[in-house]
């Protein structure tokens, strides 16, 4: 047994940063590669263009590399914690630098976005898919295939959204928030906390479902797919709708901020 092995993560990075030794470094990748992995397979759920899963992992080893000199125990994150942000946040990086999303598709985003937007100030609720594809002039099944090829570009646009706001990503913002000890940013992170929550509550039971699955129990389409028994491809199209009520959501929260 390696002498490294029974050491906690946070105890092996407090190691190598106290004697730079290359093998503790590697015994870390080694014990996180599956992180790696992991969240390379959830996030194929959405980023429907990125076929390269493999040259997803290499980036994401790379940046696990990094993350090992860069982790700062003194924050009190645990340190799965931290590469897990650090590689979700490749993955948006990654999409943004090689522009996966089409002009169809950008197109698709723009229409739909007016159709619901326009429905909304006339209802004053979120409308019902079969209310958006009636105004669209489709069926709710081609309204719905639409919608699961704009899943990327909406993920992207909110995330970048959230991010100019405060500097974090969705996932990271339902999961846990790592600022407390800067007073100044607080209360603007604990306000966007509060509207995104409000935006989920505002979402569908189903929808806050996959939102739920997804984000906070990192669960990828097919396994939310079998939690809630129905197909993936449906779990996409909910996940994309959810995502783009969200981003309009949190889009009038910051007009109005």
């Not at 522009?99 to 739909?112: F, H, N, Q, Y």
């Amino acid at each position: 047994m390696s002498e490294w092995e029974q050491m906690s993560a946070e105890e092996l990075v407090a190691e190598y940063q106290r004697t730079a030794r290359h093998e503790i470094k590697q015994e870390l990748v080694m014990r996180y590669i599956h992180v790696v992995r992991s969240i390379a397979l959830q996030m194929r759920g959405v980023y429907l263009n990125f076929a390269q899963v493999d040259d997803m992992i290499s980036e994401g080893v790379i940046a696990l590399m990094s993350a090992v000199d860069k982790f700062d125990p003194s924050k009190n994150v645990k340190f799965e914690t931290y590469v897990s942000k650090r590689i979700r946040g490749l993955v948006i990086d990654l999409a943004r630098r090689q522009d996966w999303v089409s002009r169809g598709v950008r197109r698709s985003v723009r229409e739909i976005d007016q159709i619901s937007n326009a429905l909304f100030i006339e209802l004053g609720r979120n409308p019902t898919d079969q209310e958006i594809a009636d105004r669209m002039g489709v069926t709710v099944e081609k309204y719905r295939q639409m919608l699961s090829k704009t899943g990327l570009c909406n993920v992207l646009s909110l995330e970048m959204m959230l991010e100019d706001s405060a500097q974090t990503t969705l996932g990271e913002r339902l999961v846990t928030s790592d600022i407390e000890d800067q007073p100044e940013l607080h209360l603007q992170e604990e306000e966007l906390k509060q509207a995104l929550r409000d935006g989920i509550n505002s979402l569908l039971e189903n929808e806050r479902m996959v939102v739920s699955l997804y984000y906070e129990k990192e669960l990828n389409m097919k396994e939310i797919a079998q939690v809630m028994e129905v197909s993936e491809p449906r779990i996409s199209q909910i996940h994309a709708n959810a995502i783009r009520k969200l981003r309009s959501y949190m889009g009038r929260f910051i007009a109005d901020t």
